[in-house]
């Protein structure tokens, strides 16, 4: 098999719940969450052997509801955070029953057991694994009853996994959890106020500034939020033609930020400058439902799309290595004074380095695995699950 040649796993359900995990670990996991109004939900931890390019999966299930969002802890891989539908199953009265139905979605933490911490669950042929599949055990509810219908939840980057953001509606809710995550309490909130029905469609907690800020994303507009005072530090009112769909922080440039909406755009924003964006990309031809930047090479930045196709590009321009080494932003601006840089040497030229078509479906998620920096994952919403290798091209240039 060639080196770059992508692993194609197929879920058997609906799903557009992805996340890498994130606590310290050599493994290369993904854990996937379904989305089904017939059958018990499940959470799918998809293993992946790099070496000899084999996945491996287990199955628990997560009978609270379809899943709408899914996050790991940073400080624990056992432990992850849901978003869904409550009573996913109960739903299906909704297409039946002449009175009226609503759907609520709530927030939660669980753990995985034991003996699927460490990847040394069965392969994915067994059939115990496949047809006895194990209950997540629930920590806490994050009740956001009084608040709305939860969207995400956001854990504090490279934090102990002891604060976690809700999204509910138009509500930004901080929570505290005791160090076993059984309890939750809100210790502060913020509300997105103004005309209409304002409800958050996603957000991302900055991993700067002592982890002090949030950016949120609310029909065309991008928010920045202090969370020490829980108020409002910065909006661009229509970053997006359209519904802006997911945000991500460049993790080397503190204050670069991209979004992605249904303009079929991509942007990048200096957020000390707000009244343009840095660049854009017009590369979908539908939806963007999902950007991530590579969290050790902030040149590399990810794209899923409706029109059913993946896209990597090469932001060299933009990074912390325009001109193919690190540089930082005060290097920049600090203009006649800096003589580090010959005035003929221009930063290197942004480019698409791979469009990706394995996918049939609208491609709701993409993420990087956070063991290895050179592999990423990105599902569809019909259940593919594609494993792809940043070309190895690329990556020595990158290196060397």
Not at 351 to 356: A, F, L, V
């Amino acid at each position: 098999m060639e080196d770059d040649a992508p692993v194609i796993y197929g879920l058997e359900f609906q799903a557009r719940a992805l996340t890498s995990q994130t606590a310290e670990s050599d493994a290369i996991r993904f854990l996937v969450g379904t989305q089904s109004l017939k059958f018990d939900n499940q959470i799918h931890i998809i293993d992946f052997d790099d070496e000899n390019n084999i996945i491996s999966k287990s199955v628990l299930l997560h009978q609270a509801g379809e899943i709408w969002h899914i996050s790991a802890s940073p400080a624990d891989k056992a432990v992850l955070s849901t978003c869904y539908n409550k009573n996913a199953t109960q739903l299906l009265s909704i297409f039946v029953a002449t009175s009226e139905s609503r759907v609520v979605t709530c927030g939660a933490v669980w753990r995985m057991p034991p003996e699927w911490e460490s990847g040394s669950h069965e392969s994915p042929d067994d059939p115990h694994n496949s047809h006895n599949p194990q209950n997540l055990e629930l920590l806490c509810h994050l009740d956001n009853s009084a608040h709305g219908n939860a969207s995400s939840v956001l854990w504090e980057p490279m934090g102990d996994g002891t604060r976690v953001i809700s999204l509910a509606d138009n509500h930004a809710l901080l929570w505290d959890l005791t160090e076993s995550s059984t309890q939750a309490t809100i210790s502060s909130s913020a509300t997105l106020e103004g005309k209409g029905q304002l409800k958050f469609t996603s957000g991302k907690w900055s991993p700067h500034h002592n982890c002090t800020q949030l950016a949120t994303a609310n029909d065309t507009a991008i928010r920045g939020w202090d969370l020490r005072t829980m108020s409002q530090i910065y909006c661009i009112e229509n970053a997006h033609g359209q519904l802006v769909r997911d945000l991500d922080f460049n993790p080397n440039k503190q204050y670069y930020l991209a979004s992605c909406g249904d303009d079929c755009k991509v942007k990048f924003w200096d957020v000390r400058n707000i009244n343009e964006p840095v660049k854009s990309l017009e590369e979908h031809s539908h939806w963007v439902w999902s950007v991530r930047y590579n969290h050790s090479h902030d040149q590399l930045v990810l794209t899923g799309s409706s029109d059913s196709r993946v896209i990597l590009s090469n932001m060299v321009s933009i990074s912390s290595e325009p001109f193919g080494h690190l540089v930082d932003d005060d290097d920049l601006s600090d203009g006649e004074d800096n003589n580090q840089y010959d005035k003929s040497k221009e930063p290197l030229q942004d480019s698409i380095i791979s469009t990706y078509e394995e996918h049939e479906d609208s491609v709701y998620a993409v993420e990087w695995s956070s063991a290895d920096p050179w592999l990423f994952a990105s599902l569809s919403y019909d259940g593919r699950l594609v494993i792809n290798r940043v070309p190895r091209a690329l990556k020595y240039h990158i290196l060397l």
